[in-house]
């Protein structure tokens, strides 16, 4: 049976957007969610009655011995999480897993607002955004309202020689919303891709106007997905051993993080001035993968002004970065030099379904345009501009623009700085960037595969709140329609990580 969204009674559930009188239009959505639901304004006052998480722990003055807190957290881990119904998952591979090594996957049955409900009954509070792509919470109504509205008219069509509604209207939307200069959309399925045809275009640009340059340039510690080129620009890395030997040719210059941008800019000069050089390729401010490491945008600028001056192609990688994630809507908005590049993808439908965007300037676009059809850009997927996909993106983005979603953005900061205020110092690395909250675990071993990842992970599913770390690194990047409350019950949980003893 069809959703009827015309029902009164759907519309009194989900009070979260506001009507116009004109059949069910909803046309501006509201951001109210208390305790995993989405609810009106009228009931904000029983929302604030829940009794909140205090996430101050005067017992924790100072930092304690790694190794205890290891060991205590293996004791912690000794008796295993509720085991999930699995079904046919061991036929499932799946992602960043050692199967011989971790739990079994568990198993997710629904999601509202910032919550994931489990079959066995058990919530958690999604801190990390599902893998940093939900914007806007699970389930929200609006996203869904408009699926819905296309699914019935267009669900998919080839993209050669073909165009549909959803595409014109969100690159109409998007378009005046980037940085300036960037109006030329091609569209793909992931991150990674995005990053591949940025690559393809940049080394063509140069191919169709005779030149060769087919070298790209990257930051140290940096991430760009895991097809070859994306790879192959992050430099080497634990996780890319066995294709080191398959990379395409690139550089990896420092990055400039604070007290460290002379060396970034020194080394930019030196590698820029190469005449092979066709692209830098970065992710601004924020390296979201390589340890969610923050970085000076005075130095990234300067980085950018030398490519300029080489005529080296900058590729804007906002995939995690896009859609408010560090405050404004794009990070490549703190450096006030406009990318030639940028890739879209993660928060592009609010997390709902694979999409992304490579975006050009029109200069690069004319490069492509000519009488010989090998100078096109001979590139595509099956569902390249999928019309369910552009929907979602264009009611993700009604809500990214909403005034309440700014609020939400802005009262997540500030939760994140009073945290770090009160407790930054006891944490190896406590730095905060918009609505991401980093902290690197004190611990001896550190990097992706430190022992502390596993351990830590575990701790706090035990404690129902999803925080995937990165090695030692624990991040907090979360629905922009999370609640002050839920985000004190995350803290709350961080420092008595932090605080644990030995027994």
């Not at 958690?124 to 389930?139: E, R, T, V």
């Not at 979201?288 to 970085?295: K, V």
């Not at 709140?465 to 624990?474: A, D, K, S, Y």
Request: hydrophobic residues 35%; aromatic residues 10%.
């Amino acid at each position: 049976m069809f959703l009827d969204f015309s029902e009164p009674s759907i519309s009194r559930k989900y009070q979260s957007h506001l009507f116009n009188g004109r059949s069910n239009a909803l046309t501006k959505p509201q951001y109210l969610r208390y305790g995993g639901k989405w609810v009106s304004r009228g009931r904000r006052a029983l929302a604030n009655s829940r009794n909140q998480a205090s996430y101050n722990r005067d017992s924790c003055q100072g930092k304690r011995n790694h190794k205890d807190n290891h060991k205590l957290l293996c004791r912690t881990m000794e008796g295993s999480m509720d085991k999930q119904s699995s079904g046919n998952s061991g036929c499932i591979w799946h992602p960043f897993t050692q199967s011989a090594l971790d739990s079994t996957p568990i198993k997710i049955v629904r999601g509202e607002g910032a919550y994931l409900y489990a079959e066995s009954g058990t919530r958690y509070l999604d801190a990390i955004s599902s893998w940093w792509c939900n914007l806007h919470g699970h389930g929200h109504p609006y996203i869904t309202k408009k699926l819905c509205e296309q699914a019935q008219k267009l669900e998919h069509v080839i993209f050669a020689n073909f165009t549909h509604e959803p595409a014109l209207e969100l690159v109409s939307k998007l378009a005046p919303l980037l940085p300036e200069g960037l109006e030329r959309f091609f569209f793909s399925d992931n991150g990674s891709t995005s990053i591949e045809i940025a690559m393809k275009i940049a080394v063509q640009y140069y191919y169709n106007q005779n030149k060769a340059k087919s070298h790209f340039v990257g930051l140290s510690n940096a991430y760009h997905g895991d097809t070859f080129g994306a790879m192959s620009i992050a430099g080497t890395s634990p996780t890319t051993v066995p294709f080191h030997d398959l990379f395409l040719p690139s550089s990896t210059i420092a990055a400039p993080y604070y007290g460290k941008e002379e060396l970034a800019i020194a080394q930019a000069k030196t590698v820029f001035s190469e005449s092979n050089i066709a692209a830098f390729i970065y992710e601004p401010l924020l390296q979201g993968a390589g340890g969610m490491l923050m970085y000076n945008p005075e130095g990234l600028k300067e980085i950018l002004k030398l490519a300029k001056h080489y005529g080296v192609l900058c590729i804007a990688d906002e995939i995690l970065t896009g859609f408010g994630r560090t405050g404004p809507l794009f990070a490549s908005e703190f450096t006030d030099i406009p990318p030639d590049i940028i890739c879209l993808s993660k928060g592009l439908t609010g997390g709902y379904l694979p999409l992304a965007l490579t975006v050009t300037t029109k200069e690069i676009h004319d490069a492509f345009v000519s009488q010989d059809r090998m100078k096109a850009l001979l590139h595509g997927h099956t569902f390249t501009g999928n019309p369910l996909g552009c929907s979602a993106a264009l009611a993700s983005l009604d809500l990214t623009l909403s005034p309440e979603c700014l609020q939400q953005r802005q009262m997540i900061e500030r939760c994140h700085q009073e945290f770090q205020e009160a407790h930054g110092s006891l944490w190896q690395r406590c730095e905060v960037l918009g609505t991401v909250l980093a902290l690197d675990y004190p611990a001896e071993a550190t990097g992706y595969f430190s022992q502390y990842r596993d351990h830590l992970n575990r701790f706090f599913l035990e404690r129902g709140v999803l925080l995937r770390p990165l090695g030692n690194t624990l991040y907090v990047l979360p629905p922009y329609c999370i609640q002050e409350e839920d985000l004190r019950i995350i803290y709350s949980h961080l420092q008595d990580a932090l605080c644990l003893q030995p027994q």
